[in-house]
């Protein structure tokens, strides 16, 4: 190649190498000027910073008025959180007003299931009234009643964005076979209906009654409540599943609460595994002839053991009329009924 050659192509290269540094010094400028820009938009839209999930990002109104939070004085009769850092709701730890200001930007929805199979129909009114007087008031209410008598279920004003929905289901001539299939119903209606629409959802005994707020300080990821009647007891005496040979077993010195069977909850994909492993851990110890010491509520017991509750509601959540009064509970929000099983259950 002669000299000239030589020339017109290091000119060329040289250039080449030239345009390539000025493409990177300028490409990277532009970025950098891009992200200050772009923060300089977030800083200017602070509050209006849309996350894409309300899930753990707790935007606050800016000038709500509260009492100031100490870190030093609260509840000393209680413990409110749980030894892996899960809050456990008691009256007196949380600010409703607080929470509702956080929320309700953020419309979310919730949904409730409640069985009401043969004589348990009778529960159904005050279950429902006293929803509308405490359950997530001023919120998206969607109630699912599940029932084999869908002409007796009764008629219950409800407040604008609250909606109810009858679902038919086949009675049984056990009572445990209703309690245990709510498992099934409720992942099947997770899967066909609420999956999309809906944030959370919780999962409610009918032969209770709302006495005071259950709200938005009980949302979480996966909710267990803790069962009124052994939260004072040693683990040893929890009514656990104790076959080795039951899927829903928890060995002796294991196990961390009691948790009831008739109230949980959480968003959606968390309830939905939920339920089907307990539908489908359920149904496998029944073709082996074995049913859980309290049914699905065994398997529940089990599967919070194993998956941590991401919130603990107190027995607050749900207590039982029967019972008197502990000094620690400040207020009764959900209480199961008086009643006689031998006259509501269709077998002993
Ligand atoms: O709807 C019925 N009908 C029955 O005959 C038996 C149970 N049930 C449903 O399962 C009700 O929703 C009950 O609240 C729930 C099981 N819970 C109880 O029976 C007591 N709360 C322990």
């Known amino acids: 190649m002669n000299l000239l050659n030589v020339k017109v192509v290091t000119v060329v290269l040289l250039s080449a190498l030239l345009l390539g540094v000025l493409y990177c010094y300028i490409s990277q400028t532009h970025r950098f000027v891009s992200f200050q820009l772009q923060d300089l938009k977030a800083d200017s839209r602070s509050a209006e910073v849309h996350p894409d999930s309300h899930e753990f990002h707790l935007v606050a109104p800016e000038h709500v008025r509260y009492k100031q939070p100490s870190i030093t004085q609260g509840r000393t009769d209680v413990v409110s959180v749980t030894p892996w850092l899960a809050p456990i709701v008691w009256e007196g730890t949380f600010n409703p007003v607080l929470l509702d200001s956080i929320y309700k930007p953020q419309n979310i929805s919730i949904a409730a299931t409640v069985f009401a199979v043969g004589k348990y129909i009778m529960f159904l009114k005050n279950f429902l009234e006293t929803a509308e007087q405490h359950f997530f008031v001023g919120f998206k209410v969607h109630i699912y009643v599940f029932t084999d008598r869908p002409k007796e279920v009764p008629q219950v004003k409800m407040a604008t964005d609250r909606q109810l929905t009858v679902h038919s289901v086949p009675s ?177």
């Open 172 to 348: 049984s001539n056990r009572w445990q076979e209703i309690s245990a299939r709510r498992m099934e119903l409720i992942q099947m209606l997770i899967e066909e209906t609420v999956h999309s629409n809906t944030d959370y959802i919780f999962c409610l005994d009918v032969d209770s009654q709302f006495h005071g707020r259950w709200g938005t300080e009980s949302l979480g990821g996966l909710v267990a409540v803790i069962h009124p009647g052994y939260y004072r007891d040693d683990r040893s005496r929890f009514p656990y599943e104790r076959r080795p040979q039951s899927r829903a077993y928890v060995a002796p010195g294991e196990g961390d609460f009691y948790y009831c069977g008739g109230a949980f909850g959480g968003l959606m994909h968390e309830v939905h595994l939920l339920t089907k492993t307990c539908r489908f851990n359920f149904e496998a110890d029944a073709k082996e002839n074995i049913e859980a010491a309290w049914q699905e509520e065994s398997h529940l017991n089990r599967y919070m053991w194993l998956n941590k509750p991401s919130k603990v509601l107190s027995p607050e959540y749900l207590w039982q009329d029967f019972k008197s009064r502990n000094p620690e509970i400040h207020i009764i929000r959900f209480s199961g009924v008086v009643k006689n099983y031998a006259e509501i259950r269709p077998n002993a």
